[in-house]
């Protein structure tokens, strides 16, 4: 049976493959998307199940903290974490459309709805993705290889070249560090209340 270090030789293998294939310029297209939206000050909603729940949170608190550099917030809100919403709308209506009704609720023209899935096929995400659409937000998709129903409705979409779940969570992870640390990187300066902020917490420092 494979070990962890046979594991880990797989998956740096895979990611050489990765890097050379056209999966980075996917990913190139996410961050400027995402960095028209802050600079023009519109939002990120962020939503997925399970592990791409916990993945939808993961980057929200990355922008809305720090990733590396203390610097103003972005503006990011992951869906799904207010139980009372989730279990009521669920109960009452449906789960298949808790996440469009977020979305209805807190997004504007000029918003990014970020759907994340590793089959591409979730029915929430898809019907949150066709509200964003309907509601004039730009569509963010990160999926795995077929990129499923949810390619479609997506303006950029990132689908991880990888057919078993794990391995598609673990370029999903790798992905949204390095767009957090990009946009960290690029907007710092750019964003409004950056240099005041930068200066407040140096003076704590």
């Not at 270090?5 to 050489?16: E, G, K, Q």
């Not at 979409?157 to 690029?186: D, F, G, K, W």
Request: some cysteine; overall charge negative.
């Amino acid at each position: 049976m494979p070990g962890p270090a046979d594991l880990f030789r797989r998956i740096a293998a895979d990611l050489v493959v990765l890097a050379d294939g056209p999966y980075p310029a996917s990913v190139e297209a996410a961050i400027e998307l995402l960095a028209q939206t802050f600079a023009s000050g519109n939002k990120v909603l962020l939503f997925g199940n399970g592990g791409s729940a916990a993945d939808a949170q993961h980057v929200a608190a990355e922008l809305v903290g720090r990733f590396a550099t203390h610097r103003a917030p972005l503006a990011a809100i992951a869906l799904g974490t207010n139980p009372a919403l989730v279990t009521a709308w669920s109960n009452d209506t449906s789960y298949d459309d808790v996440f469009a009704r977020e979305v209805e609720a807190l997004g504007h023209p000029g918003d990014v709805a970020w759907g994340i899935s590793t089959s591409g096929n979730s029915r929430n995400v898809v019907a949150g993705l066709e509200r964003a659409r309907s509601g004039g937000l730009r569509t963010l998709g990160l999926t795995g290889k077929s990129g499923g129903a949810v390619g479609p409705l997506c303006d950029v979409l990132m689908a991880a070249p990888a057919a078993e779940t794990a391995r598609v969570q673990e370029i999903h992870v790798m992905t949204y560090h390095a767009i957090c640390a990009t946009l960290e990187s690029n907007m710092t300066l750019r964003t409004p209340g950056a240099a005041a902020s930068q200066a407040n917490y140096s003076s704590k420092s």
